[in-house]
């Protein structure tokens, strides 16, 4: 029995466009799937991203194979991280045919940490978003990860009687880099927790809110501290070409938050 032919099927997005203007970023946004990253030489850990997948189209080209980056991602089996990055945005480039691209990664990641007295154990989360950028032959990779830390207020201390106000802050560290460089989002989690007044856990005994109580109200930072103390331990790594730092306290005596922002490179 013979089977019937398939009609050709028309492929629109390779027609040619007479507006002849060519789109810097064209691409699918929003994209919730699962992955395993790997941070540094840590085992890969499962988790679920929302990827943002881009490329620049010609000013001849009518459009992109929409598709083809969903089916990219689909097909990817090596565990992301800071290294392999580029390859996945080269792959993609080659995939549609593109000469520059970027690819944007979004996903919880979680630390197993040690509460301070107990040593109770409980799982911490940080928002990490990778980019990857390609143009004019050059690879850029950037980490941003949010670190929830506490401050305490060194005016409040100054001024009360007894106490001082504190709050939870988020300290955002975006970096960049050097291509080969061995770096870890682990090893800066560790500096803007070290620098704030007090580190957060997930699971806290009695003993442990006595110590980081206590602990917070021994190393009072303005949000300006916050960002300074950071940026000087940043600005001392030779393995990153670039970074920023910014430090967000959500007041607990205010309906507003303070804010504090150090760019370098």
Same mark, same amino acid.
């Given at each position: 029995?013979?089977? %019937? ?15 002849? !203007?060519?789109? &810097? ?10 992955i395993?990253? #790997?941070d ?9 991203? +929302?990827? $943002?997948?881009? =490329? ?7 459009? +992109? ?7 990219l /991602?689909?097909?990817?089996?090596? %565990? ?5 990055l ?5 792959a ?8 520059a691209?970027?690819?944007? /990664? &979004? ?8 509460a301070?007295?107990? $040593? ?5 989360? *940080?928002e990490?978003?990778?980019r990857?950028?390609?143009?004019? $032959?050059?690879?850029? =990779?950037?980490?941003? /990860?949010?670190? %929830?830390?506490?401050?305490?207020? %060194? ?6 009687? *007894? $106490? ?13 880099? !050097?291509?080969?460089?061995?770096v870890?989002?682990? #090893?800066? =989690? ?26 917070? *109200? ?5 949000v300006?501290?916050?960002?300074r ?7 001392? &790594? ?8 910014? #430090? ?13 922002? /150090?760019?370098?490179?």
């Amino acid at each position: 029995m013979n089977r %019937p032919e398939k009609p050709e099927i028309p492929d629109v997005q390779s027609h040619s466009d007479a507006r002849q !203007l060519a789109i &810097d970023r064209v691409g699918i946004r929003g994209l919730r799937y699962p992955i395993r990253f #790997a941070d540094g030489g840590d085992e890969s850990q499962a988790t679920v991203a +929302t990827f $943002g997948a881009y =490329v620049a189209l010609p000013a001849n080209r009518k459009g +992109t194979h929409m598709s083809r980056l969903v089916a990219l /991602i689909d097909e990817w089996r090596e %565990p992301l991280s800071l290294p392999t990055l580029p390859a996945l945005l080269d792959a993609l480039l080659v995939r549609l045919d593109a000469d520059a691209g970027r690819i944007d /990664i &979004d996903f919880p990641w979680f630390v197993r940490k040690l509460a301070p007295v107990s $040593g109770v154990q409980s799982m911490m989360d *940080y928002e990490v978003k990778l980019r990857a950028d390609a143009a004019a $032959g050059s690879r850029i =990779v950037t980490a941003t /990860i949010v670190v %929830p830390v506490m401050s305490l207020c %060194p005016s409040s201390k100054a001024i009360a009687d *007894y $106490g001082a106000h504190n709050q939870r802050s988020h300290l955002s560290l975006t970096l960049r880099p !050097l291509a080969g460089a061995q770096v870890s989002l682990a #090893a800066w =989690v560790r500096v803007a927790e070290e620098e704030a007044s007090c580190e957060l856990y997930g699971l806290l005994k009695r003993s442990d809110e006595k110590f980081v109580t206590e602990r917070a *109200y021994e190393r009072p930072r303005f949000v300006e501290d916050l960002v300074r103390a950071v940026a000087a331990r940043l600005a001392g &790594d030779v393995r990153i070409s670039g970074f920023s730092v910014a #430090a967000e306290n959500f007041e607990s005596i205010h309906n507003h938050s303070a804010y504090a922002e /150090i760019v370098r490179g």
